[in-house]
């Protein structure tokens, strides 16, 4: 008789797909168990990119209020869609009899009530910390709400994983003596920077002989840093006149009234915006830099644009907090006090000294090879996996064992 595979409903209450943090985390968990041999339904919100993964099976809440999208965050329309995720894996549990229920963040109480009802070990996954998105009266109502389904899901749990340290730590405190897991983000894309890609960027940019590239990468959200980072962008100009300035994101608009400002500055032609950039073509965008950029002032979480610029093997400028140091530190990166002076005085000085930029990139690079990648992933969520159902998942294949 053939053992039967573990089946696993993961339920995730975000549209999916995006590129961007919690989808893109949740993509890996599903492509990681399937390789592992687990069988694996995603339920997911009615909106969102089709994705295919393979050996997963994708189900979607029924879109009964015909939403075209989700804002981030609490809202009318997500909380009514998440009855709709409820009564969709309540369906689903009747007729799967999974043997794990992995509920992510707002989908936690979901997974434990269902996982209670069916017999089921629940995983609960801790991407954010409620605490981050307080911003006035009504919102701080709501996420006090929501750090009390949290800390139900957490007590209720089989097993918790939580992204960052931070996270970890947030979790044990709510429920000293669970087994509270850290399984860390990797970087977006699983594609490999080409060097030969790489330089064809550069000739894309239209950089001139000797430019020195500082990249970043991101949205155009306060806490990014994103008022420091053009603020500085002149003060470091002054200092070393082969910089040049790459920024990848923002809104059309966002970026017209950027470009108009440096217009007025008499620095357009010494800021370039590339545009839309697939994350399967960003590894090779993020090599042809020399310097990469995270400007980020607040935030407790792990700064997912870090782990991609680690994977490129380039030095880091990045301000000094507790959010960046949850990855780096003075051997892998230069660390600025959060002002537009201090982070342009490190992006100068690092344009000037190519062999400090080689070294503190190579040591970055090494942390992604050694910690931050995929395999390590696949292999910690599969350490989880392997903890909750012992003999169970003795059918499954060994991490080790896979490329």
Known sequence: ?????????????????????????????????????????????????????????????????????????????????????????????????YHVIHGIEDAGPIAAVLARRHGAKMIFEKHSDPASYKKGFLRNCVMAAYRRVERFSIQRADAVIGTGPALVEQAQALAPGKPVHHVFDIPSSLVEPDPALAQKARERLGLPPGAVLALYVGSFAVYQGIDLLFHAIPLALRQNPNLYFAVVGGS?????????????????????????????????????????????????????????YLKAGRVIVACDNPANRLILDESTARLAAPDPVAFATGVAALAADAALRERLGAAGHRLYL??????????????VYRQLLGPAADVCRNPDNLF
């Open 1 to 97: 008789m053939i053992p039967e595979m573990p089946r696993v409903l993961l339920i995730s209450p975000q549209p999916f797909f995006q590129w961007r943090g919690s989808p893109l985390r949740v993509r890996f968990d599903a492509q990681a168990l399937a390789e592992l041999g687990y069988d694996v339904d995603l339920l997911v919100m009615p909106v969102g990119e089709d994705l295919s993964i393979p050996g997963v099976t994708l189900h979607r809440a029924p879109n009964f209020i015909r939403a075209k999208a989700l804002a981030i965050g609490p809202s009318l329309p997500k909380a009514l869609l998440d009855v709709a995720l409820y009564f969709k894996a309540s369906a689903l549990a009747r007729r799967r009899r």
């Open 252 to 308: 059309p608009e966002q970026i017209d009234k950027r470009q108009t400002a440096l217009m007025d500055l008499g620095l357009a032609d010494r800021v370039l915006f590339p545009g839309h950039v697939h994350p399967d073509e960003l590894p090779h965008l993020l090599a042809a830099a020399d310097v990469l950029l995270s400007p980020r002032i607040a935030g407790g979480n792990t700064p997912l644009k870090l782990l991609d």
């Open 370 to 383: 050694t910690t931050y990648n995929y395999r390590q992933f696949r292999k910690l969520l599969s350490g």
